[in-house]
């Protein structure tokens, strides 16, 4: 061989023996020349969040070349937001299979969501989402969306605009297309185009309210002051809309676990009214992480289900502690938990238990109203058991201190307005309701109830 | 868990320069905090119990406490009742500097201090000070040569919830200013939260219910009383809606001529209190755009900055959110319409997210345009940034770096933060935000309060612009200053517009005064004037660059 070949071969063969070497010390390079899979973040302590991912991490172990296994391993990371990690493992999804949408959405979702100098790359992969033909047209329709709204908030609205016509052009039961669609025909003065649309997203868990809040400016807008206002108390009564329906990310719900999904599940069911599921949560979140905080929201929770006995048994374990017998929360549940228990004591015609659980609850509502003097809720229900334990005076003063913490609260002065009846003072009791009646929305029936009740 | 045992301020914060700042070619402020003698830092209280008041504090004033002319600062402490550490008052010299005149001013008492309000009530031509308290209220009459007098007690301003921010305006147009409190949450200190970590942390604002403004009504003077006050929250309608509030903003904002209010309220939708001129107000924030941004998700609304970002004549507001949220400008049009206009105007992709507190607009650069400025610090604990070395230990994770945008003109933006070191470079936990012009120089200067922190005081230093400052006072009323009145300067074919109203931003009172940047005019051609009684006026033009004192029967009737 010639000089030159010879240090052509030599240097191939160095190559060839030190490659390996060196991606095994990136750890770029796993077995069949993929790449290892990311290891889970050390900062990551939850413990039944670094199980999932190491279980969707051994899965891309067992099966490299597979496509799926890293872009479920690039949402379980996503999932608990390590988003470093799962770009990663998108982009390598994508690598191994450039048809399937749900890669390059997810990472341009992710890239999203960073921001900075990696945007118009996210803006890129939405657009060769929308491109993708093997995708669904429930799919191809969010990623059109996706891009519209990203276009929009990088004040692009020339390009966006198009794309929101094309979005609900193809699927206008789609409640997202419909709301943008009707957005930006009531911004271009097409009102009753606007109207038609937005109305019809009324019965959406995902724009309803969104589309009260439109109409209610279109109305004030056209001069219609009493629609508007109408529009303004149903936006105010309504609860937050669900997040915009996404094929994409749906999955990423299931894959969320530990602490932090669980608190989030707990209070978005509690938000929602809820309650029956939210007793679930929040016994998995006391189980999994007992702390004084997860008894306390379990205590809650069992509270709102009327399950009082169970509250009781959580009450007790709380105030055991020493640092239990400072949370006024603890007292308060405490007390309406008996207090319930009261109520089912007497309905079953047992007296003596009935005055013993009310003097109870007196007891610890006014525990809660001695570590916390501006508690209202503790004085209120306090009045209530005074009430019925015939204990007059007492329970007038201590309906009268929850009014001074929470003169806006209707209810407080219905609860005076019965200590005050009970006392023979009808008048006075007739006066409180009304002022009841004048706090309460008009669409509230129960203050004019009473107050009928007491004129009769 | 450990409780610190010392305050979260007792190791002094080292001022040493952070490894990430760079250098601007043109930084548009001096921190001048050193030079002028602000010697101030915030102390909250023993560090580790979480007690939730201390992440969100606090604020402090600048306004003219002596009467020479000069704005002086007030800057609350928050360590507790008890804790021997007061509030702190310092005085403007002549020369620039300033002197701590706390001791015996009156206002140097401990307590949880949160926010602060200044206006005139006697009508004395001094301004009083109202300060905010976490379970408590404080009102103080200033008596002359920044000395002043608690008068709680026998104005009958009560309020013992957790007071935020508040706003000294006449609603009732009756030529006395009344008060508007604004309380956060009905906190229950004893419930112990974790953060996600299962670690202890503060709480967020879902754990607790929201509360009830309240608003008090100026009596006047009563028998052997500077003034007197009722609480009318319940007859005025304000109690029909508890929610957490945090900000207050209050002017004229649907063009009847009648104050109204803005209250941005944390998690839940803001309230828009219009006045039905009747001394009851309705909330109309639903229906006139301003309760919730355009995805209908009711975010973290904390402080609010107003100005008329795109030159139309119309007062629009910048409210800060949560930084895994984004920040919402609702513009007006047409009058007392509100749209989130935040995409349109660029402001949602700014150089980096921070959760957002104090915020004030002005024109900075001096190029006619309104610019943003507002500061930044966490809730909750994340990484620690490295330009947050100078913090003690525990206050590292919950700090951030401030941000400044910068119009481009017709009300679109651009994030000038990474060129503006000297105001965005340093991290802090900032909480209050005050804007006044405190060397008189015709541009405007901000103050920063950050827990556990140093005050900083920014002085402008901004090259170009021209400018007019404007005071409105009203001779028959002692010459106090006319909140609420609303100025607008025409030079050319533009129109500039702002009110005259301290209360703004976070827990802080700003300079009273309307400054205007009106970019390359030499001169302005007329300034016209709403005063709070609905009365309107006209005033010739004159030079730019300077300041002029505009009061009621002096100007001609359009």
């Known amino acids: 061989m010639r000089p030159r070949t010879v240090i052509a071969v030599t240097l191939v063969a160095l190559i060839v023996a030190v490659a390996p070497g060196y991606f095994f010390m990136r750890g770029d390079l796993g077995i069949d020349g993929h790449p290892e899979p990311p290891l889970v973040p050390a900062e990551l302590t939850d413990p039944a969040a670094r199980k999932l991912i190491e279980e969707y991490r051994q899965r ?206 707990y209070a978005k069911q509690e938000a929602a009214q809820s309650y029956r599921t939210a007793v679930q949560t929040a016994t998995a979140l006391a189980d999994q992480y007992p702390s004084v905080e997860t008894q306390l929201i379990l205590l809650r929770a069992l509270v709102n289900v009327k399950e009082y006995p169970a509250a009781v048994a959580v009450a007790d374990d709380i105030l055991r502690g020493e640092d239990g017998k400072r949370l006024v929360t603890a007292h308060s549940f405490l007390g309406l938990a008996r207090l319930g228990m009261a109520d089912r004591a007497e309905a079953e015609g047992r007296k003596g238990e009935t005055k013993r659980l009310l003097t109870q609850a007196a007891e610890s509502l006014g525990e809660s109203v001695r570590l916390k003097t501006d508690f209202a809720p503790g004085y209120m229900y306090r009045a209530k058991a005074l009430l019925r334990l015939g204990e007059l005076t007492e329970a007038e003063k201590v309906a009268r201190a929850g009014i001074s913490c929470r003169p806006e609260e209707w209810e407080g002065y219905l609860i005076l307005a019965d200590v005050l009846a009970a006392a023979g003072r009808k008048p006075e009791a007739i006066r409180t309701a009304e002022q009841a009646v004048k706090l309460a929305h008009p669409n509230e029936p129960r203050p004019r109830q009473a107050l009928e009740a007491l004129k009769k | 868990m450990v409780i610190g045992t010392g305050g979260c301020n007792r190791a002094p914060p080292s001022d040493k320069p952070t490894a990430k700042i760079r250098p601007a070619a043109a930084d548009w402020f001096e921190d001048v905090t050193d030079a002028v003698g602000l010697n101030f830092i915030h102390d909250c209280g023993p560090t580790g119990t979480y007690f939730m008041p201390q992440s969100m504090y606090g604020g402090g004033a600048m306004f003219d406490a002596d009467g020479d002319g000069r704005l002086d600062i007030l800057l609350l402490q928050g360590a507790g009742p008890n804790s021997g550490v007061g509030n702190r008052l310092y005085l403007q010299t002549p020369e620039g500097k300033f002197r701590d005149a706390s001791a015996g001013s009156g206002l140097d008492f401990d307590g949880w201090n949160v926010g602060v309000a200044i206006g005139d009530i006697d009508n004395d031509g001094r301004p009083d000070v109202l300060i905010t308290q976490y379970g408590g209220v404080r009102l103080l009459h200033n008596e002359g040569s920044g000395k002043f007098r608690d008068i709680t007690a026998e104005s009958g301003i009560v309020n013992t919830q957790w007071g935020a921010s508040a706003a000294f305006f006449d609603y009732d147009r009756d030529g006395r200013l009344d008060l508007v409190i604004v309380n956060y949450l009905d906190y229950d200190k004893s419930w112990p939260c974790n953060g996600t970590d299962g670690k202890r942390e503060f709480c967020g604002p879902r754990t607790f219910p929201g509360t009830i403004p309240r608003l008090f009504h100026n009596l006047g003077p009563g028998a052997g009383k500077v003034v007197q006050f009722a609480d009318v929250t319940v007859q005025a309608g304000l109690a029909t809606k508890a929610a957490p509030g945090l900000g207050v903003y209050a002017a004229d904002l649907n063009g009847d001529g009648w104050p109204d209010l803005l209250v941005t309220n944390d998690g839940t939708p803001n309230h828009l209190w219009i006045n039905q001129k009747d001394g009851t107000f309705k909330n109309e924030a639903m229906s006139r755009g301003i309760a919730l941004p355009d995805n209908g998700m009711p975010y973290a609304n904390m402080g609010i900055a107003v100005g008329d970002y795109n030159g139309d004549g ?46 004030v607009a ?48 017709s009300g679109q933006f651009q994030d000038v933060s990474e060129a503006q070191p000297v105001f965005c470079g340093r991290a802090n936990v900032g909480r209050g935000l005050a804007l006044g012009d405190f060397d008189n120089d015709g541009k405007p ?10 005050a900083r005081l920014y002085r402008n230093v901004a090259p170009g612009g021209h400018w007019v400052g404007v005071r409105v006072t009203d001779p028959t009323r002692g010459g106090r200053d006319l909140l609420g009145t609303e100025v607008r300067v025409t030079a050319g074919s533009r129109t500039w517009i702002q009110v005259a109203q301290s209360a703004h931003s976070y827990l802080c009172a700003s300079d009273s005064r309307p400054l205007f940047g009106i970019g390359g005019a030499t001169a302005y051609d007329r300034i016209e004037v709403a005063w709070p009684d609905g009365k309107r006026e006209v005033f010739p033009g004159g030079a730019s660059n300077h300041w002029v004192v505009l009061s009621p029967g002096t100007g001609k009737v359009p």
């Open chain 2, 445 to 454: 200067d901000l103050l920063v309060f950050s827990v556990g922190d140093r």
């Open chain 2, 362 to 409: 002005a024109d900075f650069d001096g190029d006619g345009w309104v610019d943003i400025a507002y500061v930044n610090g966490r809730v909750h604990r994340a990484p620690t940034l490295p330009e947050a070395e100078h913090l003690s230990a525990f206050w590292k994770p919950y700090a951030e770096r401030n941000q400044i945008l910068r119009n481009t003109g």
């Open chain 2, 314 to 359: 119309l007062s629009d507001f910048f409210v800060t959110h949560l930084g895994n949220e984004t920040h919402t400008l609702w513009q007006q049009g047409p009058v007392g319409q509100f749209r989130d206009r935040t995409q349109e105007m660029k402001a949602v992709r700014t150089a980096w997210r921070g959760t957002g507190f104090g915020a």
């Open chain 1, 60 to 265: 891309v172990l067992a099966n490299p070349a597979n496509s799926s296994a890293w872009g479920e391993l690039g949402m379980a990371f996503d999932a608990h937001y390590e988003s470093t990690p799962a770009k990663d493992c998108y982009r390598q999804a994508m690598r191994l299979d450039a048809t399937d949408a749900r890669w390059p959405y997810l990472l341009a979702n992710t890239l999203d969501r960073g921001g900075g100098d990696e945007i118009e790359e996210a803006v890129r992969l939405f657009r060769r989402v929308v491109d993708i033909t093997s995708a669904s047209q429930t799919h191809r329709t969010v990623a059109i969306l996706s891009l519209a709204d990203l276009l929009t908030e990088l004040g692009r609205g020339e390009e966006a605009t198009p794309l929101y016509e094309q979005a609900y052009t193809t699927d206008p039961a789609n409640p997202w297309a419909a709301y943008r669609m009707g957005v930006a025909l009531s911004n271009r003065g097409e009102t009753d185009r606007a109207s038609r649309i937005l109305l019809g997203l009324a019965p959406s868990s995902f724009a309803r309210r969104k589309s009260a809040i439109a109409m209610a400016e279109l109305s004030r807008r056209a001069g219609k002051v009493k629609d508007a206002e109408g529009f303004d108390y149903a936006a105010g009564l309504l609860p937050p809309d669900d997040s915009w329906a996404n094929p994409f990310t749906a999955p990423f719900h299931e894959l969320r676990r530990g602490r932090r999904a669980l608190m989030d599940r």
